[in-house]
């Protein structure tokens, strides 16, 4: 008699947070291998920008590609290939002899790295009832600020311990070794031996062999970009992921240009934003469930309130540059990298409570394509003005953004008169049948 697993469903969520570790770990290595990685193979900044860029590029483009994988052959085997392919090129990375190879590498990354957001929706519609979706979507994104948190002692230590070689070795092992465990672990819950006919039944998912053999159509790209649900969850994240870029790629060179901070204060304040991130994860999501208990909000208007209060907060990241205080102006960043998080949880999580479960990854990544858009405008943008007019007004524009983000959610999106979410889709169940989970 096969071991009735209780809660089975955050199980899951946690493995697939690990995955997420495993991504951001390889995402983060090159940044922090940099200096050595540079010097030894005589790369320029110049030439070590187009590195970057290069999966600043690939990465929207393959949150469409890989979500439209994962809704095709299905979330077990498409979220292991991705993170074997993610893993296999991370360790590539130890073998380049110059910058075009890790141009070329970077490239790759992105294109296979954007599989974790459309992947994780596709887990939380499949694994959790609608009211629990935010939540579950708050859980696997801790996995981005873990990796970055832990991308630094790791890599650093390699390096030191080893070489620059190795480091990308060691981290592309870890992903390797995160994908088996998947593989071993992972089943939709129709087919999971583990999962209880109560939290089954929790979960809305039928078991029989019935529903197993049941056949649905793929998603349709063009019939998802016609509706304007698509583009009511789309066009706020094309306004609010430019924060993240923000965090991620300019905060610790604002804080050496701007604020005068040396190598030591940056490493004592560059992470915090990413923290209190952490944080804004596991409120964006909890907070429309606890409207609905509460207040009998529905979800998706409670998704809208929590993206609106969080757009509210964003407004204080306006205030950076006017400040004087350094300490004043790190805490306005951290409460836009809370308030960031918050918001992009609910708007994320919405893909799930607006689409069938069927198209929930490819819905994702058509709105992680768009959002990938406004994140490489605003980058380059600032990139090519701060010299000339500062940081001040980057920030401004940052928040005040997700106002509009905000306006165009209230606008667009409506509720559907049935709830998507149920559809664990036959399709799901038919790649099952064929082993392809």
């Not at 939380?124 to 935010?134: D, I, L, Q, T, V």
């Not at 040396?262 to 990413?274: C, E, M, Q, S, V």
């Not at 929590?306 to 409460?335: H, K, N, Q, T």
Request: hydrophobic share 50%.
């Amino acid at each position: 008699m096969t071991i009735k697993v209780k809660g089975l469903r955050w199980w899951m969520i946690g493995l697939l947070t690990l995955g997420t570790i495993t991504n951001y770990l390889a995402r983060s290595s090159l940044s922090v291998a940099a200096p050595t990685v540079l010097q030894h193979l005589n790369i320029s900044t110049h030439e070590y920008g187009w590195i970057t860029g290069a999966f600043l590029v690939m990465y929207p483009i393959g949150a469409p590609l890989t979500g439209y994988l994962m809704d095709r052959v299905g979330l077990r085997m498409g979220f292991a290939l991705c993170g074997v392919a993610w893993s296999l090129i991370c360790a590539a990375h130890g073998f380049a002899s110059g910058w075009i190879g890790l141009f070329v590498l970077r490239g790759m990354l992105g294109l296979v790295e954007a599989a974790f957001i459309p992947g994780g929706m596709r887990a939380a519609a499949s694994w959790f009832p609608s009211h629990e979706r935010g939540t579950a979507a708050g859980v696997f994104n801790l996995g981005t600020s873990t990796g970055a948190i832990l991308a630094p002692p790791l890599v650093a230590w390699s390096i030191l311990h080893y070489s620059w070689n190795v480091g990308f070795m060691i981290v592309g092992g870890l992903g390797l070794a995160w994908a088996v465990l998947w593989l071993w672990l992972y089943r939709q819950p129709d087919r999971h031996p583990a999962l209880s006919r109560e939290e089954a039944d929790y979960i809305g998912v039928t078991q029989d062999a019935s529903s197993r053999a049941a056949k649905s159509a793929g998603p349709r790209v063009f019939e998802i970009l016609k509706q304007r649900n698509f583009w009511g969850i789309a066009l706020p994240r094309f306004c609010a992921d430019p924060v993240w870029g923000t965090l991620v790629y300019w905060m610790p060179l604002y804080l050496y240009q701007a604020r005068g901070f040396d190598l030591k204060a940056i490493a004592l304040t560059a992470w915090l934003p990413f923290v209190a991130a952490d944080l804004g994860c596991m409120v964006g999501g909890p907070l429309s469930a606890w409207l609905k208990r509460r207040f009998d909000v529905p979800i998706v208007d409670g998704k809208r309130i929590a993206f609106s209060l969080a757009a509210v907060l964003m407004i204080g990241m306006a205030g950076v540059g006017f400040v004087r205080d350094p300490a004043m102006a790190v805490f306005l960043v951290c409460l836009g990298g809370f308030a960031h998080q918050a918001l992009s949880i609910t708007v994320i999580s919405m893909s799930a409570d607006l689409f069938p479960r069927r198209e929930v990854g490819t819905v994702t990544g058509l709105a992680a394509l768009v959002a990938g858009l406004g994140n490489f405008a605003f980058t380059m943008t600032m990139g090519w003005f701060v010299s000339r007019v500062g940081y001040t007004p980057f920030f401004v524009a940052l928040g005040f953004g997700d106002l509009i983000g905000a306006t165009l959610l209230w606008t667009l999106v409506r509720r559907p008169s049935t709830a998507p979410g149920r559809d664990v889709g036959a399709h799901e169940a038919r790649t099952c049948g064929n082993g392809g989970r």
